[in-house]
């Protein structure tokens, strides 16, 4: 974070004012700071200088507000922060003291300055970098954030002069301007939040206009968790990402209204799913209404959110729950992170003090894991948990036309591209330059391009604008060709740019793109595993003798990470998927139908890296269905150790329909291998029994598979990967997962059971109290009294022993309830009593009496407190064939 601010920090000096102070890198060329340090106008030059740089370079006002006491100053990008990224804009969300991040400024203040040498007169401004901490409530009314710094300081407050224009990060974020010191406290700068800024009239506008980039508030503190929106690059993915917000969000209105509406509900935690065909605008619609909260008209409460991240730096999630702003959250491909969102959802049903906060679930259908989750949430009190939003292909169409999309799309795609080569991310070897009214050569006949999901007419729109500006990819007969050629010449600048001269493969790396996608990669440990595997199959057939370098390796790794930096705590990233989908099915063309086979394979994998290959095929396989062929003959050749996982993708992740057609051809698969003379008749027994089962549960049964839900359904990335069974063996089953679930019922219910369970501890002890005190029974009464502690304790341990968990049939679970109520009933005739004789038998009456009381005790514990359930998938990965 520290060294983010390093690079980002600039001298700025106005010496006709005698003005020096600092300021921030916001992009190449582009320097925000305080307005009263480079004091702009009549007459006088301002000048910048980066750290790297020996001179200063003259810069120009574009946007300044005295008001805010800010400026932004432009100077030749080549000679002022070159090769600098574009900073990301944040603000503080929560104030959560347990995970209160560091906050960093570096810049120049007047402490700093030093003798050039030993003797010499002349001096030089040093850099400082000064940490501390924000608690966001601290200076609210005077709408400064107010830093309390770690560390030593300036003896005066006058040293700390020159600080003045720092840029404040967080978690790599910016979030403010270092204003002023506050002459109270010592220890205390005054920081201009970035929000106040973004609210400024032309300052976006400003910013945009030179970066390619409209700034955008992200919670910064809570960056760690977040999937961040991607860096701006003359790339295709980045084009076609929704959240890059290239395009305009068409139709919906009304379904953006509703899931505005639902946020500002009464409960303070809710959650809802978001279903909708792949392509159909899901991740652009949270991301439409995350912009319309998080900029409300008026003086309303701003909202703030995000994507929550695959791979989030830590999992304390409770930090969400200490929020000062309203919260949206969006968790992409939902019904692949169902773990994840049990996480979450049990950390924050504990307690929570913040404000409200709102998950959005985005999947293809909802159908077979959103009712099973909803009812797992309500067991843990989140929220009503009953909307669910569906968005059709026709919703994109609403008051719209396929020509309207592709005309607009096809302008928004222009302009963006504009944006980002006046910005430095041009590419200079396109002849011609991108213009919205590029000739329709993949949009032509848009307009009978009816019930087509809106991503294919932004891929026409682009396909377009790209081979105007580059007739080459003109050549293509797809449009999808054009945008994946387009992608192989960003790639190929990337790495050519890290590998030798004349090494680089245009294929090998395409192969390496593709297995980047498939397996992903948490920690570099994976990274190199995905890297090993893909240069390995790539390469199969060819007669390698010796492993490959690692150097080269390392390079190819190092080109990935470049071209897909990752946006959440991965390794790196990927591909678009709409790219990634048409490059995988090249791919496995290429190879001969044998990519993915070997993919799978390959021993370098990680099982959490098996799994999300397989995650990634089986979804991809719906629109492409011959690449499913691949993944089932790799599950068929190596069933002990991909085909729990493969059963467990297919039962959590597709719908009815898909996951049937998955299991059949996966079921063919497994007999054809069975056939061949190497195949184990047990093993193969055993896997054509379990598929078999897994298809009886997912066509006649599917609540049977709701044991999934909270289900680890792979290893964790640093746990080791479980030896393969011998066959005819038990499969070692999937790591316990416990957790409490209380039964819904309602409030009369509850207040009867419990009320009947606290009279039968009062009747379980007053039977031998009774009995000590009866007359009949003589000097030996006193031992009677050991009854009573001894009857409440054991009445009281079964209720908990079998209302708090699930015993099973083990005999105990029989036989000691009997052996407590035998005991009390006997204590029950130790004294004198005549009973009526209308009254039924004793021996009949008191062992029903005991009974009942036990068993309303028995629940009256399990609603009050909860049972812990072990949620493991049961028999998929459990049980196989003696």
């Known amino acids: 974070m520290a060294g983010g601010a390093v690079l980002r920090t600039v001298e700025v000096s106005n010496q006709h004012k005698q003005s020096y102070g600092t300021g921030c890198l916001i992009a190449p060329g582009l320097v925000l700071t305080a307005h009263h340090v ?22 120009v006002v574009v946007w300044e507000s005295t008001e805010l006491d800010a400026v932004l100053l432009k100077a030749d990008r080549a000679l002022v922060g070159a090769g600098m990224g574009i900073v990301r804009w944040g603000e503080l969300v929560c104030d959560y003291p347990g995970r209160r991040p560091v906050c960093s400024m570096t810049g120049f203040p007047k402490a700093m300055r030093r003798r050039a040498s030993a003797r010499s007169e002349q001096y030089v401004d040093d850099l400082k970098t000064v940490e501390g901490t924000i608690a966001p409530h601290t200076g609210s009314r005077s709408k400064l954030y107010a830093l309390g710094v770690d560390g030593a300081v300036p003896t005066e407050v006058k040293n700390w002069q020159g600080l003045s224009g720092a840029g404040v990060f967080c978690n790599g974020v910016l979030i403010g301007l270092a204003r002023l010191v506050d002459r109270q406290w010592d220890r205390c700068l005054m920081v201009l939040p970035l929000s106040h800024l973004l609210a400024a009239d032309g300052f976006t506008h400003a910013v945009a206009a030179h970066t390619g980039m409209t700034p955008r508030l992200q919670p910064a503190d809570l960056r760690p968790l977040m999937d961040n929106a991607p860096d701006p690059k003359l790339s295709s993915t980045y084009l076609l990402d929704p959240r890059s917000q290239v395009t305009n969000l068409t139709g919906v209105s009304e379904l953006v209204q509703q899931i505005e509406q639902w946020c500002k509900g009464t409960d303070r935690i809710d959650v809802a799913a978001v279903t909708g065909l792949g392509g159909t605008g ?59 969102i049990r996480d979450l959802m049990t950390a924050l049903a504990g307690s929570h003090d913040g404000a409200t906060l709102r998950v959005l679930l985005l999947a293809r259908g909802h159908d077979t894991w959103w009712p099973a989750l909803r009812r797992y949430l309500r067991t843990r009190n989140v929220g009503p948990a009953g909307q669910a939003f569906t968005l059709t292909p026709d919703d994109a169409l609403d008051g719209h036309s396929p020509e309207d999309i592709y005309v607009e799309a096809k302008a928004a795609f222009a302009r963006r591209i504009r944006l980002l080569q006046q910005a430095g991310h041009g590419d200079d070897t396109w002849p011609d330059s991108i213009v919205a009214d590029a000739p329709r050569l993949y949009g032509a006949g848009i307009e009978h391009a009816t019930r087509q999901p809106v991503i294919y007419h932004h891929i026409a729109a682009l396909a377009d604008v790209l081979a105007h500006a580059n007739p080459e990819f003109a050549l293509n007969d797809h449009p999808m060709e054009v945008l994946l050629a387009n992608e192989v010449e960003y790639v190929r600048r990337i790495a050519e740019a890290r590998l030798p001269e004349g090494t680089v493969n245009d294929k090998l790396i395409r192969t390496l793109v593709t297995a980047q996608f498939l397996a992903g990669a948490r920690t570099a440990q994976d990274g190199r595993a995905a890297v090993r595997a893909g240069f390995d199959v790539h390469h199969r057939g060819y007669g390698i003798t010796a492993p490959p370098d690692a150097r080269q390796l390392a390079a190819l790794d190092d080109v990935l990470t470049a071209a897909y930096p990752a946006t959440d705590g991965a390794h790196w990233g990927a591909v678009g998927e709409p790219l990634a989908a048409a490059w995988l099915a090249e ?226 679970a029989w036989t000691v309830p009997l052996i407590a109520i035998g005991m009390t009933t006997s204590s029950a005739f130790l004294f004198d009593r005549r009973w009526p004789a209308d009254w039924p038998s004793p021996w009949l009456l008191w062992p029903t009496l005991f009974a009942f009381g036990l068993t309303a005790l028995t629940f009256a514990w399990r609603f009050s407190f909860g049972q812990l359930q072990d949620t493991r998938l049961s028999a998929i990965s459990e049980r196989r064939p003696g």
């Open 38 to 59: 480079a004091l702009p106008g009549g007459g006088s030059a301002v000048a910048v200088r980066d750290t790297v740089s020996a001179a200063f370079t003259e810069a």
């Open 282 to 340: 899901k991740s652009r619609l949270v991301t439409e209404v995350l912009h319309r909260l998080t900029t409300p008209p008026g003086n309303q409460r701003p909202w703030s959110g995000g994507f929550l991240a695959d791979n989030p730096s830590h999992t304390d999630y409770q930090v969400l729950a200490a929020a000062s702003y309203p919260l949206l959250l969006a968790v992409d491909l939902a019904e692949t992170r169902l773990p994840q």
């Open 587 to 812: 791919v496995e063309t290429d190879s001969g139908e044998e990519f993915i086979e070997a993919f799978l394979q390959h021993d370098s994998l990680a099982t959490e890296q098996r799994h999300q290959t397989l995650s990634t095929v089986a979804r991809t396989a719906q629109d492409q269905p011959g690449l499913a062929a691949g993944a089932h003959r790799a599950v068929a050749a190596d069933p002990q150790r991909l085909l729990p996982l493969a059963a467990q993708t297919v039962t959590a992740e597709l719908g009815t329909d898909h996951a049937r057609q998955w299991l059949t051809d996966l079921e063919h698969a497994v007999a054809d291998r069975a056939t061949t003379p190497d195949a184990d008749p047990d093993t193969y027994q055993w896997a054509s029994s379990l598929i078999s089962e897994v298809q009886e549960r997912t066509t006649t049964d599917r609540d049977d598979l709701e044991e999934l839900i909270g289900t680890p359904l792979t290893q964790e990335a640093d746990a080791p990967e479980q030896p393969n069974p011998e066959p005819g063996s038990a499969v070692p089953s999937a790591d316990s997962h416990l957790v409490l679930v209380k039964p819904q019922v309602g409030w009369l219910t509850r207040t009867v059971v419990t009320f009947l369970g606290l009279c039968h501890l009062v009747l379980v002890a007053a039977v031998p109290s009774a009995a000590a005190l009866s007359t009949s029974i003589g000097g030996d009464g006193w031992v009677l009294w050991l009854f009573v502690p001894a009857n409440v304790s054991m009445h009281l341990s079964i209720a908990i022993a079998f209302g708090g968990r699930q015993l099973g049939t083990l005999p105990f």
